[in-house]
């Protein structure tokens, strides 16, 4: 591609983009406002391909010249042919019916053929509209109020080779045409007509292959007249509304479709969509019809009883891994039955017609043993390691089609049951009140004829200990800067299991098995900001409770408060917590619960508060919170008296040298103090290094003045506040005042 025709390309997908309508020619363009159609020959510039192709080539030429379509612009909307819709499909206006035609879908599990595309009915689903979409699994045409004037059309080929297609459903009527639904080999039921006879379906003689399972759903009368050309020449299934037994289905659910070319001769195929597990065979059904299981590659287990005599063509084509009992009644299986079919196992009376068949077709072989009591099946019990819940678990019995579980009532004084499992399972997770013991039994239901019995008798008894009750309120609380939860205790509980979510493994960590309390206090450091989740089980023996409802804390790390007394206010700060929100300040003069004023709230960026107006010798109480939100961390409190780091008394013209020896003495409790808190490095720094950093400044020299050896002279009467001063690089912090006092 050359630099023209890209930058053509680029034009053109970005005018398709923007909604404007791209022509293959100029002289399609609009005109003084009046919509032109295309001519013949831009008809064929819009479907002209690339494609070698000799049967898409035949196709598109059909479709250029469709009696159907006079052009290719909707002379009253304007919408081009062609336009996708939200779904991906692709649509032709035919200006004859004022309808739509859908010439291209997509290949997506569930088709949905809409009734209206742009305000009008769409009446057709064109030629190979969907050919060879393997991933259809569903189709089914909207239902609306006009299709009885414009029933959906099904083009030539429009689901051809739709290879996975089970289920298609027309229920307001359709015209099939030739092959409309053809090579499909899994579908399982076909919708044709709806319950009201008034909505009409026709259908070409090989719309559907020969080869398909096709079950109509007719309405009150029957089969319409429309539709008996097509089922006389095919083999078609039935399903009506008067519950004349044309469609039956048993306890399990499974359902079974009567023959329509043999009458009421009781031939049927079986509803398998390949939900299910296993499946039995009731005894009503005589002939397993043809395709009835068809590719269901999850059913593993069938089984058919004794009135069962024929099974038909490709009835398990394509099953893979299946067993399947075949009572000795058969007398009749299709050479084709098990077509493409793999790990096909079947179960047979000795010198049965069904032994014989699968020794033929080499297929592998069990053989019934004679008729004898069922089996009893030994039931035991276990607990899990982690929560103690209980499982009671079975030895399996061949041939059984389901297991009846059986709980003790204390009322009736009797065995109750209380729940049925199939075939394929053979463990129950029992339910149990708190604090009580409660007593299980198990019983086999097996496939009638195999055993001289169709019931075993009852298994062992086993004991399941009571569950203690589920935990219930489990909250926070706070004490110190440790976080508290507790909860409220179960009935029957020995003690508890405590877990908390670790974010880094993703899930529930045990962190602390407790005896029978109600409160617990994860000591464990958190830093910052971090957002926990707590639970508890309740444990009795070897059996737990359910997990309780989880408890979401959100944990702010407490933020660490201090006071110092400076010779122009009472200072408070605090450290800073990464991931608050902010920090709230409160003061009490007398330090109770319950005394405390709110000062204000501070940001991230701030750490102090300053009093101005601290009187001296007066204690004053301060509590810092950090929060996140509406989540507060604990609040941590402090106490600071207003008051000098000493305090010098002298007379006018008085010189005090014994103020060294006092202040030096100050100097080193601060000095210890700061060891204590500062680091390793701090503690190789000596005193007299310290004392060299510090100096004291008299505020008013008219008062007093401070020589470098700490010596304080009285000038005249007065009270002065003289800061202690200490040098740290470059940096000079008050680390308290001296009062100095002069009368």
């Not at 039956?248 to 049927?268: A, I, M, V």
């Not at 109750?416 to 199939?422: A, F, H, I, N």
């Not at 319950?594 to 709230?601: A, D, L, R, V």
């Not at 008062?703 to 000079?732: H, R």
């Amino acid at each position: 591609m050359n630099r023209k025709e890209f930058l053509a390309v680029v034009i053109s997908a970005a005018l398709g983009l923007s909604g404007a309508p791209v022509y293959a020619s100029e002289s399609a363009a609009f005109s003084d406002g009046e919509v032109q159609e295309y001519g013949a020959e831009e008809e064929k510039q819009e479907f002209q391909t690339d494609s070698q192709d000799p049967e898409t080539d035949t196709f598109q030429d059909e479709v250029e010249s469709d009696a159907d379509t006079d052009g290719f612009v909707d002379e009253a909307t304007g919408v081009s042919s062609g336009e996708a819709d939200a779904n991906g499909f692709t649509y032709q206006y035919l200006k004859e019916s004022d309808t739509y035609r859908l010439t291209k879908g997509t290949d997506t599990e569930n088709v949905i053929i809409p009734y209206e595309y742009n305000g009008k009915v769409v009446s057709e689903v064109g030629e190979r509209a969907f050919y060879g979409c393997i991933n259809i699994k569903t189709v089914k045409a909207e239902e609306g109020a006009d299709r009885r004037k414009n029933r959906i059309r099904i083009d030539k080929s429009a689901f051809e080779n739709c290879e996975n297609l089970r289920k298609v459903s027309f229920d307001q009527g359709a015209k099939l045409e030739s092959r409309a639904i053809y090579n499909c080999p899994k579908l399982w039921e076909y919708t044709g007509v709806s319950y009201y006879d008034s909505f009409d379906t026709e259908i070409e003689q090989d719309s559907f292959d020969a080869d398909t399972k096709v079950i109509f759903r007719a309405g009150d009368n029957g089969i319409p007249e429309t539709v008996k050309a097509f089922a006389d020449k095919n083999r078609v299934f039935m399903e009506i509304t008067d519950n004349d037994n044309y469609v039956l289905t048993d306890k399990d659910g499974t359902s079974y479709y009567d023959d329509w070319s043999e009458g009421d001769s009781r031939t049927f195929c079986v509803d398998c969509d390949d939900t299910m597990a296993s499946v039995r065979v009731w005894s009503a059904v005589e002939v397993i019809g043809r395709k009835a299981f068809y590719g269901c590659s999850n059913v593993k287990k069938v089984l058919i009883e004794r009135k069962t005599s024929t099974i038909e063509s490709k009835a398990f084509a394509k099953c893979k891994n299946m067993s399947i009992i075949m009572p000795s009644g058969i007398t009749a299986i299709s050479d084709d039955a098990f077509d493409g079919a793999s790990g096909i196992t079947i179960y047979a009376d000795k010198g049965s017609y069904a032994e014989k068949y699968a020794k033929k077709h080499n297929l592998t072989c069990k053989t019934i043993p004679a008729p004898t009591a069922v089996p009893v099946p030994k039931l035991k019990v276990s607990y899990d390691a982690k929560n103690g819940n209980a499982t009671l678990n079975w030895t399996p019995v061949e041939y059984t089609f389901q297991y009846y579980i059986y709980r003790y009532d204390t009322a009736t004084k009797k065995y109750k049951c209380v729940s049925k499992v199939d075939q394929n399972t053979t463990s129950y997770k029992p339910e149990s009140s708190a604090g009580r013991t409660v007593k299980y039994k198990v019983r086999v239901r097996t496939l009638a004829g195999i055993y001289t019995d169709q019931y075993s008798k009852k298994s062992n008894t086993v004991t399941v200990q009571g569950r203690p009750g589920n935990v219930s309120d489990v909250s926070k609380k706070k004490k110190g800067k440790n976080l508290t939860f507790k909860w409220t205790k179960a009935k029957g509980a020995q003690g508890y299991i405590l877990y908390r979510y670790d974010e880094n493994a993703r899930k529930y960590r045990k962190i602390k098995t407790v005896g029978n309390i109600s409160t617990y206090v994860d000591r464990e450091s958190f830093f910052s900001v971090v957002n926990l989740s707590y639970k508890v089980v309740a444990r009795k023996n070897t059996s737990a409770s359910d997990y309780s409802t989880t408890r979401k804390i959100c944990y702010v790390e407490p933020s660490y408060i201090f006071t110092y007394s400076l010779s122009d206010e009472l200072l408070v700060s605090w450290t800073q917590v990464a991931g608050c929100d902010g920090y709230k300040l409160y003061r009490s003069l007398t330090g109770k619960a319950g005394s405390y004023s709110y000062i204000g709230k501070y940001t991230t960026k701030e750490y102090k508060y300053e009093e101005k107006n601290a009187e001296l010798g007066k204690t004053y109480y301060y509590k810092l919170v950090a929060y996140k939100g509406s989540n507060n961390s604990v609040g941590l409190t402090i106490k600071e008296k207003y008051e000098p780091v000493t305090t010098v008394n002298l007379n006018v013209g008085d010189t005090s040298d014994s103020v060294q020896k006092q202040f030096k003495k100050t100097l080193a409790k601060i000095n210890k103090d700061l060891k204590r808190n500062m680091s390793d490095l701090y503690q190789e720094v000596t005193f007299d290094k310290i004392m060299e950093s510090i100096r004291i400044e008299s505020k008013d020299e008219k008062v007093a003045t401070v020589s470098k050896d700490y010596i304080i002279t009285a000038v005249s009467q007065g009270t002065i506040k003289a800061p202690i001063i200490q040098k740290l690089g470059n940096f000079e912090l008050e680390k308290g005042f001296i009062l100095i006092n002069v009368n």
